[in-house]
């Protein structure tokens, strides 16, 4: 398929609804909408935005689900210049302390409830400055406007001044994702990059305008809106979004949408497999799409679930979601054990981690990407930047891969402290920060293991304070009430020391081992 002439997530949509207005573009929470409407409804929330003043080069922030109304508040803040800064529906008043000053967004459209998260009573007790809340269903409050309420305003061709709404090198979003330091940090990623990369990531998947994209991962993981959402657009398919990933729902919302592309995590394609309802005649309508994992992992995805044309990939936020993409037309076997080879305009390089030596084919250590790579951390995390990138532009991932002799990535192993949890990742800094404030304890420290279910278990190691006692009921507690519900350790381990190296630093590679043999430990109720 031609590449849009579009270089902004704005003017593709434009030019998805010059092409074909009545072509589905959507489908969520009841909802379903066109090209062409999604253009009316994103051009209503920038009439509105403008009308705040909310400018190029501003940020507009979103907790919101993966419904429609955040592809409109989206498209809407980047139709008025401003980047779009979307913020997980697991944030706790806690994270949201940090990630909402952190931004600095002018303005945030929020749920008011999800799950067990109360949005509109975090933000309604919270000092938020001079940023203005705008809350999905909701009543209107004295403090907050409600978003229902917008539609009064809506704004037919609205149209910018040149000069006023977004270049294709300006911000498109920022992203926040967990790393090795305590808190998260702001990945910008550029209105060019999220295009571009996207189309590519579409046609390694054989996307064309009559597939209808499932996808149950959020919107606010470059997993969706940096890869799902322009990889389907730029090839004018339909999105099916499913606000929160429910095996027996997302089977029912795959049959009855006749799905053909999914993006899928081993958790999720585990949970259809094991669902009683499941008949592989309810996906046997699904043809492509993208998952992460092991071999096995893919092979039960693409063989199991019927997904003859399921593309293994690699990636990061700071790649634009993948760097690598296995081509759907590849025999199975080829795309369970690789990553596929870079996409146009990524560049990879490995080096050795001893003595900095580039390897060649077939030599395996530290990854380096460099091409579709964001531009640098924004707010707090703008200080690794001189660490996370190299002088000659390249992204140091922290992971473990080659070049096969084909020219295909094969991803080994990650080499950082990061855990990737379910397809997330965590930051073992920031579990151990929160274990920390704890009363009773002294010393703590969070590691990932192997896990089939979850990608990776988080396992906490918690050494009380003298002749003081815990539980791991009472830690798991105390986690709750400051992180979201993916970073709760999954087995707490209670010691009198944590092991150190003879210079005095945390041994967690041996942590590491004693984890895998307490998960192992099935007897324990998550604590010993």
Request: with cysteine; aromatic share 8%; hydrophobic share 40%.
């Amino acid at each position: 398929m031609k590449p849009p002439f579009s270089r902004t997530l704005p003017d593709l949509l434009r030019e998805r609804a010059e092409v074909d207005s009545d072509a589905l573009a959507a489908v969520g929470g009841g909802r379903r909408v066109t090209y062409g409407e999604l253009l009316e409804r994103s051009e209503m929330v920038a009439s509105v935005l403008a009308g705040r003043g909310i400018a190029r080069g501003d940020r507009v922030g979103l907790i919101v689900s993966n419904r429609i109304e955040w592809l409109e508040i989206a498209f809407g803040a980047m139709m008025s210049g401003a980047v779009a800064v979307p913020f997980s529906t697991w944030s706790t008043r806690k994270e949201l302390e940090f990630l909402i000053p952190d931004s600095k967004v002018k303005m945030l459209f929020s749920l008011s409830r999800f799950g067990d998260r109360n949005f509109a009573e975090d933000l309604g007790s919270m000092n938020l400055g001079e940023v203005k809340v705008c809350l999905l269903g909701s009543e209107a409050t004295s403090k907050f406007e409600r978003y229902e309420d917008l539609a009064g305003g809506v704004a037919r061709d609205f149209r910018l001044a040149p000069g006023e709404g977004p270049s294709a090198f300006d911000d498109a979003f920022v992203l926040y994702t967990s790393g090795s330091t305590s808190a998260p940090k702001g990945v910008r990623l550029k209105q060019y990059g999220v295009v571009e990369n996207g189309f590519n990531i579409g046609e390694r998947q054989g996307l064309g305008a009559t597939d209808r994209v499932f996808l149950s991962a959020p919107l606010f993981w470059s997993y969706g809106g940096a890869n799902a959402l322009p990889a389907t657009f730029s090839h004018g398919g339909c999105l099916v979004l499913m606000e929160k990933f429910e095996a027996a729902h997302a089977l029912d919302i795959i049959e009855q949408e006749k799905c053909t592309a999914i993006y899928t995590l081993p958790g999720m394609t585990n949970a259809l497999l094991r669902e009683p309802g499941f008949d592989k005649r309810r996906t046997a309508s699904l043809r492509t799409g993208l998952t992460i994992g092991a071999a096995k992992d893919f092979l039960a995805a693409a063989k199991d679930l019927g997904i003859s044309e399921l593309c293994n990939v690699y990636g990061a936020t700071e790649t634009y979601g993948n760097c690598a993409v296995a081509w759907h037309h590849w025999s199975m076997e080829r795309r369970a054990h690789c990553q596929g080879p870079l996409l146009p305009g990524q560049e990879i390089r490995v080096r050795d981690e001893k003595t900095g030596e580039i390897l060649g084919a077939g030599r395996a250590g530290m990854v380096e990407i460099r091409g579709y790579v964001t531009p640098g951390y924004s707010g707090a995390s703008a200080v690794l930047n001189g660490e996370a990138f190299t002088e000659d532009g390249y992204y140091r991932t922290g992971d473990v891969g080659m070049v096969d002799e084909d020219g295909a990535f094969v991803f080994i192993g990650r080499s950082v402290e990061m855990i990737k949890r379910a397809g997330i990742n965590v930051s073992p800094a920031e579990i151990e920060d929160v274990l920390l404030t704890h009363d009773v304890i002294a010393a703590a420290a969070v590691v990932g293991v192997p896990d089939s279910e979850r990608g990776e278990a988080i396992v906490a190691f918690v050494v009380p304070k003298k002749n003081a006692a815990i539980t791991g009921d009472e830690i798991r507690t105390h986690c709750r009430a400051a992180l979201s519900k993916y970073k709760i350790p999954d087995r707490v381990e209670i010691r009198t020391a944590l092991p150190l190296t003879p210079t005095g630093k945390l041994a967690r590679k041996e942590l590491k081992q004693s984890a895998v043999e307490a998960m192992s430990d099935r007897t324990a109720d998550g604590v010993r």
